[in-house]
């Protein structure tokens, strides 16, 4: 299992910027970040594979959100920026420790942390 810790969620308003930060406790093959709003179901954001940096990115942040990573601190990071009235959700980092395919699928995740909200407001 990969503990994972996420921070930096909070309010802004609309055409702000957030960071959120997950913390890592383990080796991972690959990293994404989720958010769901109340009555949603779960929404793939961004993913990155740890080893190549390669990211994908859902076509409503494209442009607007940057995922990355400090693997000397285990920690993945999502920029948020020109933040928009609908990105308010809780926002999950997640991720799949060995070898697999890295959908922005929330199935295809093994560990997850707890949550961090975003509000945006207008």
């Known amino acids: 299992q990969v503990q994972l810790v996420e921070s930096g969620g909070g309010s802004v308003q609309a055409g702000g910027s957030l960071r959120l930060s997950c913390a890592a406790s383990?080796?991972?093959?690959?990293m994404a970040w989720f958010r769901q709003a109340p009555g949603k179901e779960r929404e793939g954001v961004a993913r990155?594979?740890?080893?190549?940096?390669?990211?994908r990115y859902s076509d409503s942040v494209k442009g607007r959100f940057t995922i990355s990573q400090d693997n000397a601190k285990s920690t993945l990071y999502l920029q948020m920026n020109s933040l928009k009235p609908e990105d308010p959700a809780m926002y999950y980092c997640?991720?799949?420790?060995?070898?697999?395919?890295?959908?922005?699928?929330?199935?295809?995740?093994?560990?997850w942390g707890q949550g961090t909200q975003v509000t945006v407001s207008s």
């Open positions: 990155i594979y740890t080893g190549s940096g390669n990211a």
């Open positions: 997640a991720a799949i420790r060995s070898t697999g395919y890295c959908p922005l699928v929330p199935t295809n995740y093994q560990n």
């Open positions: 383990g080796n991972t093959y690959c």
